[in-house]
């Protein structure tokens, strides 16, 4: 059994900026099938009412395709509409035709009603002249829209912008079936407001005889955004498929709405708005397939990532430069494991010169001690020495002393010899012939002489 879900969530960045939520979805469910819509106005100041613009769009794309829903069914076209070919591709446009040129009708009466405010105005710094003189006055209301109707015979897909619309198949596989437009680059999308709209939508028919589907979500760009490859997306809602499984549609649709204000927080901080479809008992059937794809997704997300980085580091150079600061760095290793064995050469050799010098100058300071205990003791022999000749001196003075009392003694003689001198002459005058000796005879030495040599 099928069940409809919309849930949708201000965006984080919004939050900061008091920005309204510019998204919108809506479901319907009747007696011939089920609808699901999501529409993203557009953040651009020159469409300042897009909030507006994104929830009419929605009402008028629900109303146009359950009309759509009966008209095919009343007029049995449900096999020209299944069958691909210029048929399909009339019937098709013919409901984007409507949709846009209501949607235009619609915003024009409303603006109409409503005229820009001054400060809307101030806004649209682009376009303002174009909106004064009454041109692309739908670009204030600027929106994108996706949209889906489930019956029983097909699933019929619309999508102009670059809101995604994921299908799960019975076998439990995801993809797209409505082809993407090139033009929708990053911040950069079609609009319904653009002038080739009807001629732009995107379409998608499915024949549910022949490939029965479990699942479909129309997400606005915010869900895309927050991850980052559409396989990590598809992963996200095959959780979603597994939880309804478990517990429930209603149950994770309230889950849903609860988490989805966290996904844009640390995602894309942009606006989300997930509307669709789940059929949850058949989800279950595939449940291990779809747990299966999950870590397969994660795996490969994983390995691309890796291989980015890999990419990124080769192609931008900073592998050899990586390399290069390696092998300098091990360069500087080898100089410093060199200089180190240098500098210990050098420590060693210091070392031994250090020790060398220290023995030197104890060897020296010994020699030092010896000599000055030898000088000491010079010094004490000649201070002994000295006091012995100063004994000696004193001596010899005495002897001096004596020598010239002697010498005194002496001086006094020689008047008692020549007393005695003059009585011998006397007496040689008395007797004349026995003071002249013999010839031959030697005279004697003076007793004075002699007795100064014996002093002597």
Known sequence: MYELICVSTQGYRHILNEIPCEDAGMVRDFDKGKIFAVADGHGDPNCPRSSLGSRIACEIVTSELEQFCKDISENAWSDKLIDPGEEQNRIC????????????????????????????????????????????????????????LLTDRYLLLMNQGDCRLPVFHADGKADEPVPWDERCVGNVTTSICDGDAAASFRFAVIDMKEDPVIACFAGSDGVEDSFASIERMYS???????????????V????????????????????????????ASASMVVRERLERDIERTEAVSNLKEIEDRLASING?????????RYENALAEVERARRNAEDLQKLLAQAKEDYIEIVERKEA??????????????LSEADAGESVADTGGSEEEN????????????????????????EEESA????????????AGEAEPEPETETENEGTQ
């Open 93 to 148: 446009r013919q409901l984007a035709a409507s949709v846009i040129g209501k949607w235009i009708i619609a915003v024009e009466e409303h603006l109409e009603e409503n005229p820009l405010s001054e400060e809307e105005r101030e806004s649209c710094d682009e376009l303002g002249e174009m909106y004064d003189r009454g041109e692309f006055l739908e670009h204030i209301y600027g929106t994108t829209l996706a949209a889906g």
């Open 252 to 279: 994770m649709e309230e889950d849903l709405q609860k988490t989805i204000p966290d996904l844009s927080r640390i995602g894309s901080r942009d606006d989300i708005t997930i509307a669709g479809f789940v059929d």
């Open 364 to 377: 020296l300071e010994r020699k030092k001690l010896e000599a000055e205990e030898y000088l000491a003791r």
């Open 316 to 324: 931008m150079g900073k592998l050899d430069a990586l390399k290069a």
């Open 398 to 421: 005495t002897r001096s002393e004596a020598d010239v009392g002697e010498a005194e003694v002496d001086s006094g003689e020689p008047e008692a010899d020549t007393g005695e001198s």
């Open 236 to 250: 996200y809602y095959r959780g979603l498929l597994i939880e309804a499984g478990e517990n429930g549609t209603g």
């Open 427 to 438: 007496g040689s005058e008395a007797d004349p012939i026995e003071s002249e000796p013999d």
